[in-house]
Nanobody
Framework: QVQLAESGGGLVQAGGSLGLSCAASGRTLGWYAMGWFRQAPGKEREFVAAISWNSGITTYGDPVKGRFTISRDNAKNTVYLQMNSLSPEDTAVYYC?????????????????WGQGTQVTVSS
């Protein structure tokens, strides 16, 4: 089993930046692809970014391309999401997820493990 815990959420003004972390326990993340998703009230869970087990592949959802950066440190068993140029449309609960795979899935159902989520609120 893999336990995931997100941190770093909060309130930020439009145009600002915020960094999220996702710490894993239970197993090493070395063989897991990791993803970030978000869910706003009344909306479906949306793909944000994913990174392969060795950081060789990163992929982003269209709304965040060029603004968000996913990275990982396998030695620390942690995945990061740096968010820049935030807008109110980025307001959501952000979740990290893990799957034992060489690929970088973009759909929530492809992931096996999920964190509890962290709230990100961007004020205008």
């Amino acid at each position: 089993q893999v336990q995931l815990a997100e941190s770093g959420g909060g309130l930020v003004q439009a145009g600002g930046s915020l960094g999220l972390s996702c710490a894993a326990s239970g197993r090493t993340l070395g063989w897991y692809a990791m993803g970030w998703f978000r869910q706003a009230p009344g909306k479906e869970r949306e793909f944000v970014a994913a990174i392969s087990w060795n950081s060789g592949i990163t992929t982003y959802g269209d709304p965040v391309k060029g603004r968000f950066t996913i990275s990982r440190d396998n030695a620390k068993n942690t995945v990061y999401l740096q968010m820049n140029s935030l807008s109110p449309e980025d307001t959501a609960v952000y979740y990290c997820a893990a799957v034992n795979s060489y690929y970088t899935p973009r759909t929530p159902e492809s992931y096996d493990y999920w964190g509890q989520g962290t709230q990100v609120t961007v004020s205008s």
